[in-house]
């Protein structure tokens, strides 16, 4: 079993900012191919899945881990 820590907010907060901006570097790659558009949105459900999850393992939250906003990028 893992050992699981809280953390205060500020360093959450710091540890979501850190997510953010790597998960973001990480989507980067897709502007080279005209997909850039699609950052933002995919960016934003990663790091609420990510979240969901650290939730779910910490006990706070047994909903399911899951996208909320599903979009295909066909509909406009």
């Known amino acids: 079993m893992s050992n699981i820590h809280w953390l205060p ?5 710091k540890a979501e900012g850190q997510l953010r901006l790597q998960v973001g570097e ?3 790659v897709f ?11 995919a960016l934003e459900e990663i790091i609420e899945v ?5 939730k779910r393992v910490r006990g ?3 909903q399911p881990i899951r ?3 599903k979009r ?3 509909d406009k």
Do not use: C, H, T, W
């Open 9 to 13: 907010d500020y360093k959450y907060k």
């Open 50 to 54: 990510a979240i969901d999850f650290s």
């Open 72 to 74: 295909n990028p066909r």
């Open 31 to 41: 502007d080279m191919y005209g997909q850039g558009a699609y950052i933002v949105g």
């Open 67 to 69: 996208v909320k906003n």
């Open 26 to 28: 990480i989507l980067s």
């Open 60 to 62: 706070e939250d047994d």
